[in-house]
Antibody, heavy 119, light 111 residues
Framework: QVQLVQSVSELKKPGAPVKVSCKAS????????MNWVRQAPGQGLEWMGW????????TYAQGFKGQFVFSLDTSVNTAYLQISSPEAEDTVVYYC????????????WGQGTLVPVSS | QSVLTQPPSVSGAPGQRVTISCTGS?????????VHWYQQLPGTAPKVLIYGNNNRPSGVPDRFSGSKSGTSASLAITGLQTEDEADYYCQSYDSTLGAYVFGTGTKVTVL
């Protein structure tokens, strides 16, 4: 069965880079896009962008360019989200979500990774 | 600020029917882009409930149904059950933003 398993939460200090992983299993990794979605505590969902798992080409939504980097390691079927300089307002939950191949929606989601940032 | 607007909350007694609206615009629903719905139970990841306006993935009860007309969409829950208490989000694509967009979210409470 399709599974997306994300890395566990780790407390980070402001400015310390953060890398969230999303390991996929149960399907051919390079056949489906991987998306990233952000959710602040008690708030709604926000699409951050996606990465083409075949070419490695990332696309960032407005407001997520510069500080966030999407990457892949196709040898281990894993997508990564790197946050270069998280601040306290970046203490949110990040989800990876697989893009369905025949429709612009997200058919499988990771369990989410909370990135708490505190000095 | 989301381009898809939902009511913050709806409520109903067990067994009742509730509907959640999702209001878009000419650059998303009005341009023919589909609406999809997600259910997020407390403390968990979202799960797709309806895709392609009115299709249910396997395992989703037929109590849930979706529709879209013009620049609006809606999700209906019939025979409301206590386990339906959750947050619900609509989602589509917006051609002006060039991005996937989520609705503002609706909390469903079973009285």
């Amino acid at each position: 069965q399709v599974q997306l398993v994300q890395s566990v939460s780790e407390l980070k200090k402001p400015g310390a880079p953060v890398k969230v992983s999303c390991k996929a299993s149960g399907y051919t990794f390079t056949n489906y896009a991987m998306n990233w979605v952000r959710q602040a505590p008690g708030q709604g969902l926000e699409w951050m962008g996606w990465i083409n798992t075949n070419t490695g080409n990332p696309t960032y939504a407005q407001g997520f360019k510069g500080q966030f980097v999407f990457s892949l390691d196709t040898s281990v079927n894993t997508a990564y989200l790197q946050i270069s300089s998280p601040e306290a307002e970046d203490t949110v939950v990040y989800y990876c979500a697989r893009g369905h191949d025949q429709g612009a929606y997200f058919d499988y989601w990771g369990q989410g990774t909370l990135v708490p940032v505190s000095s | 600020q989301s381009v898809l607007t939902q009511p913050p909350s709806v409520s109903g007694a067990p067994g009742q029917r509730v509907t959640i609206s999702c209001t878009g615009s000419s650059s998303n629903f009005g341009s023919g882009y589909d609406v999809h719905w997600y259910q997020q139970l407390p403390g968990t990841a979202p799960k797709v409930l309806i895709y392609g306006n009115n299709n249910r993935p396997s395992g989703v009860p037929d109590r849930f149904s979706g529709s879209k007309s013009g620049t609006s969409a809606s999700l209906a829950i019939t025979g409301l059950q206590t386990e339906d208490e959750a947050d619900y989000y609509c989602q589509s694509y917006d051609s002006t933003l060039g991005a996937y967009v989520f609705g503002t979210g609706t909390k469903v409470t079973v009285l």
